[in-house]
């Protein structure tokens, strides 16, 4: 007799629980945990789950559905990423299916809802797909967007998940909501030698006979080897453009050389991350203080499961990372390495790769579903489970399907289906990126890759120049172990750091703008000695209010409770939290004053000022304005690099993780702007950004310098900066966070309440907060208003609990739940959404 299973499913949905569908008999030998199948859920709706759990008992409460469909022969997702979904789902207070959200790529994921379009990248071969497949990407052509009851109806057929399955997986079309851009593949011409004449004898008759009859010829072959040397001695694709660059107007020499065979051209996709040829080199020998450093660390882990690794910038910590993946892979372990998701530029990425080549991945946000599901792919090994057609041949092509084997990516990396870590690295640990914010799991990928590297029983080593208060006190407790490397690789000093003080300059009227004389004199002297200069300012825009020196009036937004801001290049006001934008007007609204002027300085204002004092140096800007685009950031710092900018102007994203080699001076335009911040962190957040900035200064023989403006340049932070002592901030900040009751000392829950109507959210949240009050009495605070209380016509109210660290967090957090349930059942707080945050940053 045939087994009657029922299968526990995962949904993609903010719901509280798994459900239970049931296996038509004629399936029960497919059913694996870790598949995905097509199941309907509320009237008319299919979605992809993941069965969780097979077993033989009916749900009690309801009939359970038959199973649509299944989708995959093999598990796409393992059982450790079970554990850890289900770990985040109770530690972060949030649903299971919402963590499988964030896990799984789009492409993975297809519902009813789900709308597809063409993928940009598949070019124009429609000899892999079949009639309907053909069909579908037809009218994708016509219409750029299809719904699946859309596809349903062009090909005729109710089920639609097999076809749009398979367009995904031969990269012909994306989901939509995974396209962060509408872009278009960037496609380079390439040139290289075809095979014959890569020999040397073939190439020493061609330059004889070309030198009389074809010097064009000759120039463009000359380029195309001094360009191609690589590494390894052997000729390489140039670019065409490069080669155009060094044999001017040579256009018609290529072409006559293509004729003769003895040059190819082709195009190839660049832009990607993932471009560039691997040249597997050798990782660097480690100098005696990184070499001891390393010691330290593979001894520490033989008893710590987490060490955390305090170099100063420049130390040569990535060195170091470095050994210790080519340690971990030897043992036949995986490794994961992230980054905050700024700080993965082609830098970092091409150091890897020189060093890795193909068996690292790279993991991103602003990768499509289809590069997502790649990446998902590689690092499985094959396409393994995600096309039954498509089992692997043995023999096949080794090389294409090696399975990547380290994976640098941010924070949603974390999700991979990795099955055996070896090490997990968090570099720039203390980043506060690292925090997921919207939507849930509102995670900490720091926290997370530590419980990860739990599960895996993989080593983790946390890595900063300037750790995070938290895991410097884990270390300093025992936790963690812990490893100092405080000298710069290479002899370099840390940089020689100067006080502008501004009260006293702005008394004797020495201002000029923004700028104090001592910042002056050092950018001109910087530029006389063709020094790079980086400014920091921890502002967007070009100024940040407008105001009316009569009545004080400030514009601000609509929608939220915020001044707008003014940015120059589109002559717009325009709101940071909604994007509302509109023209800056010419007389006050209120009163109706002509005097309405600028107030405050942003880096685009800093940007244009520097051109007034320095007409001959080439300025660049890097903020949140400057590189919306997929490569914007790259291009930016690449010019730099290059010494196509001299001066580079930025907010927060200078700081992170970039080597630059001939950076005089660093400029930190204000200093109290970041100390006044209202904020517990704003302490900590100051001395690492000033200390990671003052980082980029610096030269290989050349001491760097950096100057600080500050208004008050005898706050003790300041003071911190200047001796590099990161210790004696540490130490203040503990004193003052065991005072107030802050973490590490205690364990911080927040709650936002929201709702359009201000009343309601005002009865509500009373409501909420007197609840968890008589469960937890005097460690609620609030309900308040936060700074901005309005945004995007929602009101916000917040209520922080603060947990010691010795009360029993489960014991709190079901407490909460109880609470939660009992006000989400409230019918006049039903539609007030309650977002929950915990270890909120
Ligand atoms: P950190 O990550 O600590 O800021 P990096 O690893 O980026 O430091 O090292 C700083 C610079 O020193 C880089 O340019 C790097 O290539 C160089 N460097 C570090 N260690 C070595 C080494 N052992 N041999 C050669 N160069 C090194
Ligand atoms: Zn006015
Ligand atoms: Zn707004």
């Known amino acids: 007799m045939q087994e009657t299973l029922f299968i526990d499913v995962i949904l993609p949905l903010p719901v509280p629980r798994l459900y239970t569908y049931r296996i038509p008999f004629d399936s029960n030998a497919l059913i694996k945990t870790g598949i995905r199948v097509v199941v309907q859920f509320g009237p008319n709706k299919l979605y992809t789950g993941l069965v969780r759990k097979i077993h033989q008992t009916p749900p009690k409460e309801y009939e359970a559905k038959y199973i649509e469909q299944i989708l995959d022969l093999n598990p796409v997702v393992n059982e450790k990423q079970f554990v850890f979904w289900e770990w985040l789902s109770s530690y972060y207070m949030c649903n299971i299916g919402e963590v499988m959200n964030a896990a799984l790529p789009g492409g993975l994921k297809i519902s009813s809802e789900t709308k597809v379009i063409l993928n940009p990248y598949f070019g124009s071969d429609y000899t892999s797909l079949n009639d309907k497949e053909f ?64 020999k040397d004898e073939f190439l020493k008759e061609l330059f004889d006979g070309l030198e009389k009859k074809a010097p064009r010829q000759l ?297 104090s004389p001592l910042l002056l004199e050092n950018i001109s002297l910087a530029m006389e000695n063709k020094e790079q200069v980086i400014l920091f300012q921890n502002r967007r825009g070009f100024a940040p209010q407008i105001n009316c020196s009569m009545c004080g009036w400030i514009p601000q937004c609509t929608r939220c409770d915020v001044s707008l801001t003014y940015h120059k290049n589109i002559n717009q006001l325009k709101c940071h939290y909604c994007g509302y934008s509109h023209r800056p007007p010419s007389t006050c609204s209120a009163c109706g004053s002509a005097e309405v002027k600028m107030r405050g300085f942003g880096t685009e204002k800093i940007e244009d000022e520097l051109s007034i004092f320095f007409p001959n140096a080439k300025v660049g800007r890097m903020d949140l304005d400057t590189t919306r685009g997929k490569n914007s950031y790259k291009q930016i710092i690449s010019d730099f690099e290059e010494h196509k900018i001299d001066i580079l102007v930025g907010t927060q994203m200078v700081t992170k993780g970039l080597d630059f080699d001939n950076v005089g001076l660093v400029g930190i335009l204000s200093a ?141 957090k079901s407490q909460i739940q109880e609470m939660q349930n009992i006000f989400s059942h409230h019918k006049e707080f039903k539609s007030v959404r309650i977002i929950t945050d915990i270890d909120p940053l």
Do not use: C
Request: hydrophobic letters at 40%; charged letters at 25%; glycine letters at 8%.
């Open 219 to 515: 120039d463009v072959l000359m380029a195309i080897l001094s360009l191609g040397r690589g590494e390894g001695g052997s000729a390489r694709n140039v670019k065409k453009s490069e080669v155009l660059k060094k044999a001017e107007g040579a256009e018609g020499a290529i072409n006559a050389l293509v004729k003769k065979g003895i040059l190819e051209v082709f195009s190839r996709e660049t832009g990607r991350l993932e471009m560039g040829e691997a040249i597997s080199g050798y990782s660097k020998k480690l100098n005696e203080f990184q070499q001891k450093a390393y010691d330290e660390i593979t001894a520490q882990f033989k008893e710590k499961d987490v060490v955390l690794l305090h170099g100063v910038t420049s130390s040569g910590k990535t060195e170091i990372y470095i050994k210790l993946i080519e340690k971990t892979l030897a043992q036949g372990k995986q490794v994961l390495y992230l980054l905050p998701e700024i700080a993965l530029t082609a830098q970092i990425i091409n150091r890897l790769r020189n060093i890795l080549g193909d068996k690292a991945g790279i993991y991103h946000s602003k990768y499509n579903g289809n590069e997502r599901v790649e990446v998902w792919q590689k690092l499985i090994g094959t396409k393994n489970g995600l096309n039954p057609k498509d089992e692997e041949v043995p023999g096949d092509d080794q090389k294409e399907n090696a399975p990547y084997s380290v994976i640098l990516g941010a924070r949603s990396a974390l999700f991979l289906p990795f099955d055996n870590l070896g090490l997990i690295i968090v570099d720039e640990e203390h980043e506060t990126s690292f925090k997921q914010f919207e939507p849930a799991p509102r995670y900490h990928a720091r926290d997370a890759a530590i419980v990860l590297g739990n599960f895996h029983k993989a080593d983790v080593l946390l890595g900063s120049a300037t750790p995070s208060i938290e895991s410097y006190y884990n270390a300093q407790s025992g936790k963690y172990g812990f490893v100092e490397l405080m000298k710069r690789f290479g002899g370099m000093q840390m940089p020689e750091i100067l006080v502008a003080d501004l009260t006293e300059a702005s008394r004797k009227k020495l201002m000029k703008s923004h700028y």
């Open 672 to 812: 109290d702007s970041m100390l006044q911040f209202p904020d517990f962190r704003a302490n900590e957040r100051s001395f690492q950004l000033m200390a990671q900035v003052s980082g980029r200064a610096g030269r290989k023989n050349k001491r760097g310098k950096v100057v600080i403006q500050a208004f008050k340049p005898e706050h003790p932070i300041i003071k911190n900066v200047i001796a590099n002592d990161y210790l004696s901030m540490y130490i203040w900040e503990m004193m003052e966070r065991k005072n107030f009751f802050y973490p590490p000392f205690h364990r911080l829950i927040g709650f936002t309440l929201r709702h359009k109507d201000i009343d309601v959210l005002n009865q509500g949240a009373k409501y909420f907060g007197d609840l968890l009050k008589k469960q937890l009495g005097n460690r609620v605070l609030g309900p308040e208003f936060p700074t901005i209380a309005r945004i995007r016509n929602l009101y916000n109210k917040k209520i922080l609990v603060k947990i010691e660290k010795e009360a029993s967090i489960g014991t709190v």
């Open 135 to 198: 069909l579908i990407v037809e009218a994708l052509e016509l219409n750029q967007v299809l719904t699946l009851d859309q596809v349903s109806e062009i090909i005729d057929q109710k089920t639609t998940y097999s076809v749009i399955k398979s367009l995904l997986e031969k990269g012909a079309i994306v989901v939509e909501e995974e396209i962060k851009e509408k872009f278009k593949p960037k496609t380079e011409t390439f040139i290289r030698l075809t095979e014959t004449s890569t």
